[in-house]
Every structure is written in structure tokens, then in C-alpha cells.
């Protein structure tokens, strides 16, 4: 419930600084003085304390609200836990189900699948109690009368389903430590504000039944203090609220009378202080302040002090301690009102409005009203007088005690997330904190210090030095969870029968003596796998992978999973060849949520046929400077048999040479495309023209397939289409008639030619539907990819001085999720995934196309907010696709949404089918500095293709 108090300041005295509240002689004191008193004080006590022991923890001696298997759900220890500084306590050891002292809160097995893993965490509100909730509170000296509430920090255990990935998992854990709960969205506070005044006088009537100044907005003779309550959380547009002029303060308990009617228990029989009949009311009992949820609203009629109730109040029976309290916002809904951004009367001439933002089911804002003045006083604490401020109230708050799975009606596999700290007078090492930026002992605590002093050889250079594989294994496995380790390597072969994982350790160095130490891989892509380690740096070694295709989700020989910031310095790493793109030389992806910092220098990596070699997901900021990535000698035939193996790729293939559909009309403005007279030449581009962004992706001629009864209107690779069509209509014996079906039959032509060389049978005589000069396969080694950058976001990524020779795709950057949203949303605002400043230049790549029908890239971006490509060479090997078509090639593409900047200037691009392209178009509202300055692009068939408001200089 909520106190019958005159105003509130607390909100003041915290902006002004105000550390106490001093009486005068012969004054007078009002309860606003003892209250704000109070708040000083405990907004200063629990700042403090939550300043010292952090968001959450409990003492490390005796640590309480341990989570533990057993009966009613599971158990929860006894013992304090603190909570913003609030402190909290559990007298004796409860079970889930017996906790609120017979509530019934929801039971697990209603929550939580069985099997399915749960974060439980504690959860704490602050709440006001009245004597209808203490009957103590009341004295019968004083005829039964309230006279003050009290504040109550109201705690409960509850349950939160969850469906965690490893990286989400390992993050919780190591937020946990340091008390801090999951951030979870709608864990989250709301953003919305809210802002209170009066009316212009010009708005008001001329007259008045009180004697307010002729200008004034607030036009009521009492003073009031109004409470304005969110009942309904979500976006602006979704949230409703109520309002009190009497701060939500006239409450009385709910029951029944001998007869069954309901009747209202220690009402007052007073107009303003009383319930008027026909008015809003919220029904409520303890286990909706439990929950921390709105009651029921509901219109309330009193007839000879019997109430009834429009809409009905549900099962009155199952309620605890039932109470009614009177709201004053009026309206036709049991919702309550809209918030808006243009103000809201109230009454009298007081209103309201919000911002936009999200709001908080039980967010509250307290303002007084005064006669004397005729003004709602606001804003509650120095500001502009319209400004906008949060909720005033506490809201509630969650820290994690632990991670388990339901098993039955119970729980195992119970992972503690509780943080303790110590008492100041029992400080130990392990509970000091290192700064090892001088030392590199990868330590975290002085304690860890002090034992990695302890641990160094003879020689004092390193933690564990390993001359093989037993040693070095025999190290890896003796560390314990959040140790740190220097591991050097002294040279030789460390030949592993299979992965070596350093998983959730502390700060990971390993440094070999150049190239002549090699650790190597019999079984699984990855030879080093770190996994939830603190930091990782890797130097002066060879890494070579094992086979790939395992599934693992592109692991490289060296590999690292959800770690820390990464460093990769002079290192040799080679993957194997495969069937499919599956494994790279060096790969991290990183942990959701978390800030990594990833280096890649001077390191010669060999990729194997259609590999990768640097991939990298998930890091906030990347740098990857001065490497050499070119292919390892491949084995004859194996492209040929990769495509034959991978029906993805041989469906790719085929959408390079047909499509089943006729370009569509574009509402967007056509793209400008400046080219050589003669394509293919190294004449400078001297003709302009546009052309619309469906012929751009697919320009292909028109063409009739002929079906035994009518055709199939197709777009064909030039050249291509009259081939198949004539080997079609030479096959007499198809009785094919439905267009799908020729569809689908075309398709399954494609796929075989595309996995036989070109070759594909119709009507029993072997046809060659791909000729070389329109359909090739890479005979020499090639990469996949050279570098690939994604993730969700990527903060900056800087990639300068490398060298690629003969890949697929050279440079690939792109900020991806689950959540992008698609074309053509983000053409006219920025996507949620976008890298923010990309910086591409100074590298040398030779691109080797798998095919003339497969994409290629020397350099890709997507979408960007700041970027700067420039002094970048590209090149495809001269006469590698020598006829004039539409192959699917370009030397530097940015596709997507862009920001305020974009130049691409003083690059070389030579042998592409497309030279620089900048597409798509976005809309009108979406305008920057989009330039290409002083770039060469020769033997082209399109030097440039750019999208509006794109400058060629």
C-alpha cells in the first residue's frame, strides 16, 4: 500500500545533496520533514553499502540463500543477503514452495519443464505496509487508527526458464561473481519519463469557486499530493496508467458479511478520504505484493455499505488478506489511460505527460498540487519546469544464486552463482586484485601471483616449460579452472592425437621459438582450442589442423571460443582440404555480450582447397595487419568432386545461369554504370548508362523453354539458354506439361552438369549444357575466403597490409544476426547490425572463382556506418573468364546500408567482371559522404556500378 502523506521531497534532498534535516524552535514539523529525513538517510546508507559490497553478495564466511535439491522444489539456506545495499534475511532454511508464508506462489513444475534448465535468483521490492496488512500496527489506545506505515524490503526466490548457449552460460557465470545479474531485457529498467504542471490560464475557465490568483492553472482549494502509477508496462504506446490525488493512499480491507455480500472494513465515512460509489478501485491481496503485480480494476457500487463489484473480482476466496484501494483516473477501461507525449488532463486543471521510451508495470511518480500558489509544484528537483524525470520509485531488483535443470519435481545439476565477500578485517590474498600489465604472469589476485612466482623454472622465463607432447599435455590438464599460464614451447614436433583445450582459464600465453616448433593435429580441425579463457595470446609457432567437416562449425587449427581480448603473432597455421567450406587457419568467435579486442599479425597461413583462413565472429574491435594467406597444394580433381558432394553449391551454380522469373520493376532509382567502350580492355570507362537492380543481379536474356504442350519464359546466361533449349526440344520422348515440373526438371539438369564437368544426360545422349568459355571450375588451389569478419556488431575493424592470392572471396566484413533486419527496412534507417568504422588498405589480392557462375569478392562490405577503403590492389588472373558475361564477380562491392561516410579511393581492381560497385539504392532520407576518388579499374566489363548519390571522381 502507499502512505497518506502530505508531499514527498525525497527526490530533492538526494539532487540538492542534502545529508540531514535540522528542527527549528517553534515551528512546525510535518510528516513531509521526518520522511525526507529518512530517505536521506537511507539513500545514503544503501549507496554506500552498495558501493563496498557491490550489487549483490553475501558474507563469505556465512553465506546464506544456498540453493540446494530437495523436497517442496528445491531448499534455500538460511543467512543475509545484500542486495543494492539493501540487506536482506532468511531467519531459517525454507523450501521454494513454503516461502511467503503460505502464498502458493507458482510451483515449479508449472514454470519449468522438466529437464529444462532454470536461473534462480533472488528477487527484492520495497513496499509500504499499513495496519491492514500488520493489525500490530494499530494501537487500540488510539481507537484502532493508523498512524505511520512502514517500509518493507519484500523478498522472494523465483524462477526464470532459460535456454542458454556455452558462450551465454559462461558469461552469466562470470557476471555472477561480481553480484551483477543477466541482462536481461525485460529485467531491464524503464526509459520512459514522465513531466507534470497545470493548464495555460488561457485553457482554464473564466471563474472559479476559490479564490486562486486570476493566472493560475491549479484551480481545487485542498492541497493534494498526486500519485500517477504505470498498471501496464511496455513501449509507450502499449502501457497504461491510473492516478491518486490522495497518493493511492485510501485503502480498506475486503470482506464478507454474514450474508455473503462484501463490505469494506475501517473505510472512512468521508468524502474525500471515502469511496465514492461507481468509482475505480484496484482489488489486490499479499500475493499480488509478492508478485509485485497490479490487482484487479474494477468499478465499485456501494449500496447501504454493501459493495458489488463491474467487472467481478474473480475468486474472492483464494485471496489473502483481500483489500480494495480507490484510484481517481475515471474512463470506460479497467485498463486505465494511454500515455501520450502531448499532456493529459487529470482534473482541475492538472496534467501529465510521457516520453517515449518502456515502462515498467509499478513505476510511480508523486507530485503536489497547492491551492495557495494554484500550482502543481514541479519538477520534484532542480530542473527546467517542464522537464521530464524517472520513476520515483524503487522498482525491484535481482541478483543470481543459481544455475539447474528441473528433474521431476525437484532440481539437479545446480551450478552456485552467489558472490561473497569478505570480512575487511580477515582480507586474503585471493581477494586482492593484480594489475599484471608489467609482469605477464597472467595472474588476476595477488594470490595467483604469488603462486605463479612460485611455479617458474630455474631459468625464471616462463610458467611450465614443455620440451613434448606428454609435458605439454601433462600442463594443460594440471591447471585449474581461472589459473593463468605462460606455456613455452621449446622446439620440435608436439604431434597430438587430438585437440588440446585450454577451457576457462585465466590470462593464456603460448610461445614457441619460431617456426621450428610445430604442434600439429591427428584427429579434429583444431590442434589449440581455447574456450573461456581471460585473455589469449598465441606467438613464434606452427599450427597445423586435423580433418575437417566434423561439424564443429568452422574451427581453425588454432581456435578460440567466448575468451577474452586475443593476440596472434608470427605463426604459421595450415588447415586441411575438404568437401566444403568447414575449417580455417585461425578462428575466434567470440562471447555474446562481452568486449574482445582481437590482433592478427605477421602470420603466413596456408588454408587448404576451399578453406578459410582467418575467421572471426563476435570481436568488438579487430585488427588484422600484415599476413600472407595463400592456398596449400591441393589434390587433382578435388574441386570437381567438392561440387559433387555439395548440393548447396551446385544450386548456387545453377542461379548464376538461370532464373525462373523476368526482371520485376524496382521502385527503387535505377543504378548508374560507367564502362569501357570495349569490355575487357584497359581502356578508361567512357560510356554511362543505367540499369535497373534486378537486370544488375541477373542480366540474362529472355527465353522459351519448349514444353511437350506450351513453354517456360526463363532468364538465361547468354549462350547458355539456346543450348539447353535445343537439347530439350530434341528429347521427343518428354511428355512434360506443367511448368513446375519443367522447373524442377531443369534444376535437376543444372545440378548434374554442374557436379560432371558440364555434362548431363537428356534423352539418353550425353550433352555439354556448359561449355568452358561460359562454365569453369578452379583446377588450382584456391581459398574459400581469405579474411572474414562478422559477428552482431563490430566496433572497428582495421584491415591493413595483407597479401591473398587466389581466393573466392579476398576480404569479407559484415555485421550479421538472427535479428538483421531485411531489404528493404534498412534502406531507409540503420540496421542493428552494421560495423561502425571499418578502415581496408594497402592489400594485394588475387582472387582464382571456383566458377563463372559463383560469386566472387576481393573485397566485401556490408553495411557500414564509416569507412575508408583505399591503396587496395585486386586482380583475377588475365583470360581466367575471358567472354562477356554476366559472371557474378567484383573487385570491391559494398552492399547494404551506409552512413554519414564512405570513400574508396586510389585502389587498383583489374580482370573483374565488375569492377567497384556501391549498391543498393537507399532511400531520400538517407544521405552522406559516399565517394570513389581516384581509382583504377581495368579490363572490366563495368568499371563502376554506384547507387544514387554516389560520387566517381
Not at 4 to 11: K, T, Y
Not at 763 to 769: I, K, S
Request: charged share 20%; glycine share 12%.
Amino acid at each position: 500500500m502507499t502512505g497518506d502523506f502530505s508531499r514527498w521531497r525525497g527526490l530533492n534532498a538526494k539532487h540538492r545533496g542534502y545529508s540531514g534535516v535540522l528542527m527549528q524552535q517553534g515551528r512546525l514539523y510535518t510528516d513531509s520533514d521526518w520522511n525526507e529525513n529518512t530517505a536521506i538517510q537511507t539513500e545514503r546508507m544503501e549507496s554506500a553499502l552498495a558501493r563496498v559490497i557491490g550489487p549483490g553478495g553475501t558474507p563469505k564466511t556465512a553465506p546464506g540463500f544456498a540453493i540446494t535439491a530437495g523436497a517442496g522444489g528445491f531448499g534455500i539456506g538460511a543467512g543475509s543477503y545484500w542486495v543494492d545495499g539493501v540487506r536482506v534475511e532468511n531467519p531459517a532454511p525454507i523450501s521454494y514452495a513454503d516461502q511467503g508464508g503460505g502464498l502458493n506462489l507458482e510451483p515449479l513444475t508449472e514454470i519449468v519443464q522438466d529437464g529444462a534448465e532454470m536461473l534462480i535468483h533472488l528477487e527484492l521490492r520495497k513496499d509500504e505496509v499499513s495496519a491492514l496488512q500488520d493489525g500490530l500496527l494499530a494501537d487500540p489506545a488510539l481507537s484502532g487508527i493508523d498512524t505511520a506505515v512502514r517500509e518493507r524490503a519484500h523478498w522472494r526466490v523465483a524462477i526464470r526458464p532459460v535456454t542458454l548457449t556455452d558462450a551465454e552460460r559462461t558469461e552469466i557465470v562470470a557476471r555472477a561473481g561480481c553480484g551483477h545479474a543477466p541482462d536481461f531485457p525485460d529485467w531491464r529498467p524503464g526509459t520512459g519519463r514522465m513531466s507534470a504542471g497545470t493548464a495555460p490560464a488561457a485553457d482554464l475557465p473564466d471563474d472559479s469557486d476559490c479564490l486562486i490568483p486570476p493566472d493560475a492553472g491549479y484551480l481545487s482549494q485542498e492541497n493534494q499530493l498526486y500519485r500517477v502509477q504505470i498498471v501496464r508496462g511496455g513501449t509507450r504506446a502499449q502501457a497504461r496508467f491510473v492516478w491518486s490525488r490522495e497518493n493511492g493512499s485510501v485503502a480498506a480491507r475486503l470482506g464478507r458479511d454474514e450474508g455473503g455480500a462484501f463490505i469494506l472494513l475501517g473505510a472512512r465515512e468521508d468524502e474525500a478520504l471515502g469511496f465514492p460509489s461507481g468509482g475505480w478501485v484496484e482489488v489486490l491481496d499479499d500475493r499480488d505484493a509478492a508478485l509485485g503485480r497490479p490487482g484487479t480494476f474494477t468499478r465499485m457500487t456501494l449500496t447501504e455499505g454493501v459493495a458489488t463489484f463491474s467487472p467481478g473480482i474473480g475468486n474472492f476466496d483464494q485471496m489473502v488478506n483481500p483489500r480494495v484501494r480507490r484510484w481517481d483516473h475515471g474512463g470506460a477501461s479497467a485498463l486505465g489511460l494511454p500515455l501520450t507525449a502531448a499532456p493529459t488532463l487529470l482534473e482541475r486543471g492538472v496534467q501529465v505527460a510521457f516520453t517515449d521510451g518502456s515502462y515498467v508495470a509499478g513505476d510511480a511518480w508523486m507530485f503536489e498540487a497547492r491551492a495557495a500558489t494554484g500550482e502543481a509544484r514541479w519538477p520534484p528537483c532542480p530542473g527546467a519546469a517542464d522537464a521530464a524525470v524517472p520513476p520515483m520509485t524503487w522498482g525491484v531488483r535481482r541478483v543470481p544464486l543459481a544455475l539447474a535443470r528441473r528433474a521431476g519435481d525437484g532440481i539437479a545439476q545446480i551450478t552456485d552463482l552467489r558472490a561473497t565477500f569478505p570480512a575487511l578485517t580477515c582480507l586474503q590474498a585471493e581477494d586482492v586484485g593484480y594489475d599484471d600489465s608489467a609482469t605477464g604472469l597472467g595472474a588476476e589476485t595477488v594470490q595467483e601471483a604469488i603462486e605463479a612466482l612460485a611455479g617458474r623454472s630455474g631459468q625464471g622465463l616462463c610458467t611450465a616449460l614443455v620440451r613434448n607432447r606428454d609435458e605439454l599435455r601433462a600442463a594443460v590438464e594440471a591447471l585449474r579452472p581461472g589459473q593463468s599460464i605462460r606455456l613455452c614451447l621449446a622446439g620440435g614436433n608436439f604431434q597430438l592425437q587430438q585437440t588440446l583445450p585450454l577451457t576457462r582459464l585465466g590470462h593464456v600465453i603460448v610461445q614457441g621459438t619460431g617456426p621450428q616448433t610445430v604442434v600439429s593435429v591427428a584427429e579434429g580441425e583444431a590442434a589449440l582450442l581455447f574456450e573461456g579463457c581471460a585473455s589469449v595470446r598465441v606467438a613464434d609457432l606452427s599450427v597445423n589442423g586435423g580433418p575437417n567437416g566434423n561439424g564443429s562449425g568452422r574451427h581453425g587449427a588454432l581456435t578460440m571460443l567466448g575468451c577474452g581480448d586475443v593476440t596472434v603473432e608470427r605463426v604459421r597455421a595450415g588447415c586441411r582440404s575438404g568437401l566444403d567450406r568447414a575449417s580455417a587457419c585461425i578462428a575466434s568467435i567470440g562471447r555474446l555480450g562481452r568486449r574482445q579486442e582481437l590482433r592478427i599479425r605477421d602470420c603466413v597461413l596456408k588454408p587448404g582447397q576451399a578453406q578459410i583462413g582467418v575467421q572471426v565472429v563476435g570481436a568488438s574491435r579487430i585488427i588484422v595487419e600484415d599476413n600472407l594467406i595463400r592456398p596449400a597444394a591441393a589434390s587433382p580433381g578435388l574441386p570437381a568432386l567438392r561440387i559433387a558432394a555439395d548440393a548447396r553449391q551446385r544450386a548456387l551454380i545453377g542461379r548464376g545461369l538461370l532464373r525462373f522469373s523476368t526482371a520485376r520493376d524496382s521502385s527503387w532509382p535505377a543504378l548508374t554504370v560507367r564502362r569501357a567502350r570495349n569490355p575487357f580492355s584497359d581502356e578508361p570507362p567512357d560510356q554511362l548508362d543505367e540499369i535497373d537492380e534486378e537486370r544488375f543481379y541477373f542480366d540474362g536474356q529472355a527465353i522459351e523453354i519448349p514444353m511437350y504442350r506450351g513453354g517456360v519464359a526463363l532468364r538465361m546466361l547468354p549462350g547458355f539458354g539456346p543450348a539447353l533449349a535445343r537439347a530439350l526440344a530434341a528429347n521427343s520422348k518428354s511428355r512434360i506439361v506443367d511448368p513446375r515440373e519443367m522447373r524442377r526438371h531443369l534444376r535437376n539438369l543444372l545440378s548434374e552438369a554442374a557436379g560432371h564437368g558440364g555434362r548431363a544426360v537428356i534423352a539418353g545422349r550425353t550433352v555439354n549444357l556448359l561449355p568452358d568459355k561460359h562454365f569453369r571450375l578452379a583446377q588450382t588451389p584456391f581459398l574459400a575466403q581469405g579474411i572474414v569478419i562478422g559477428g552482431d556488431t563490430v566496433e572497428e575493424a582495421r584491415i591493413t597490409g595483407n597479401r591473398i592470392e587466389a581466393a573466392n572471396d579476398g576480404i569479407r566484413i559484415a555485421a550479421s544476426g538472427r535479428g538483421d533486419p531485411r531489404e528493404p527496412i534498412w534502406r531507409s534507417r540503420p540496421p542493428a547490425n552494421r560495423i561502425a568504422h571499418a578502415v581496408v588498405s594497402g592489400n594485394t589480392i588475387t582472387l582464382n572463382p571456383l566458377s563463372s557462375a559463383t560469386p566472387a569478392h576481393g573485397l566485401f562490405l556490408g553495411h557500414v556506418a564509416r569507412a575508408s577503403v583505399g591503396q587496395n590492389s585486386v586482380a583475377m588472373a588475365e583470360g581466367l573468364f575471358p567472354v562477356e558475361a554476366p559472371a557474378p564477380h567484383f573487385g570491391i562491392c559494398q552492399f547494404g546500408w551506409r552512413g554519414q561516410l564512405l570513400t574508396i579511393c586510389e585502389n587498383h581492381v583489374t580482370g573483374m567482371d565488375t569492377g567497384i560497385a556501391v549498391i543498393p539504392g537507399l532511400a531520400d532520407i538517407v544521405r552522406g559522404v559516399w565517394r570513389l576518388r581516384d581509382n583504377a579499374a581495368l579490363r572490366t566489363r563495368r568499371a563502376y556500378v554506384t547507387a544514387q548519390a554516389v560520387d566517381v571522381i
